[in-house]
Structures are given as C-alpha cells and as structure tokens.
C-alpha cells in the first residue's frame, strides 16, 4: 500500500487538474509508515516501521527498516540514516543503494533491544556504515 492510499487526511489526492496538497516536497510521517524499501537492483529489502526524529533540533534522524522474517517472526531492524533513503515517486517507494547482503550484515537490532540512537559514537558508526553524512553536522 502506498502513502497515496494511506492519506486519512487527503493531503495527497488532487480535486483538479492543477496539483494540490504537500506531497511530496513535504509528507506526513504517518503516512510513510509501512512504504515499501528497495535497493538499486530492484530488491524488496523490507519496509519502513518508525521514523525516529531527534528532538534537540526537529530534524529526521532514522529510518527504521524492518527486514527478513517470516509471518513477523525473525524480523530484524536497521536503523537507516534518512538521508540515505531517496523517495521514488513514480513507483512510490523508497530506494536503499545497499545489496541484501551488506543490509543483512549491517548492524542491526530486534523489537526488544533498541539501540540508544541518541548515542553520537553509535550513530556515527550507523551513519558510516550507510556511506551517509551525519544529520547533525
């Protein structure tokens, strides 16, 4: 299901030829929530769970990408830095350039056992792996 669909506030259908509404340039978190995540080769990677903000300075710290599992049992989470995800648009998903096999080596955690993300030397190490700049500088 694509954010389209899960707009309860129709902030992304269109009354008229002319576009209207926020989107994309500006989105509602609720609705990208469950958004599709694939890498470059078209792989289905997971989906996005939770968006994490950090709240000293209102910007959009993570990403949280649920990967693997089966019926919801052994999924795993990634914490994703949200500059490394691209909003594809016209497919309307989000777009990971990472393979499955770095993603399932990459650091990660269970429903359980989240990391404490406010921790600079642990979202440094998170932000390094991605190959992504550190939201906060």
Not at 8 to 14: A, D, E, H, I
Not at 17 to 33: C, F, N, S, V
Request: proline share 5%.
């Amino acid at each position: 299901m694509s954010y389209t669909e899960r707009d309860p506030y129709g902030m992304y259908r269109y009354t008229s030829g002319e576009k209207q509404g926020p989107g994309p340039e500006l989105m509602g978190a609720q609705t990208l929530q469950g958004e599709d995540i694939y890498n470059t080769k078209d792989e289905d990677l997971g989906d996005l769970k939770e968006i994490m903000i950090d709240m000293r300075n209102g910007r959009i710290a993570y990403a949280v990408l649920s990967h693997g599992g089966v019926l919801g049992m052994g999924k795993k989470l990634f914490a994703i830095p949200w500059s490394a995800l691209k909003l594809d648009t016209v497919k309307k998903r989000f777009t990971l350039d990472i393979t499955k096999e770095r993603l399932e080596a990459a650091p990660g955690f269970d429903k359980d056992a989240w990391p404490r993300m406010a921790d600079e030397t642990w979202a440094t190490q998170v932000h390094s792996y991605y190959k992504a700049k550190p939201y906060w500088e």
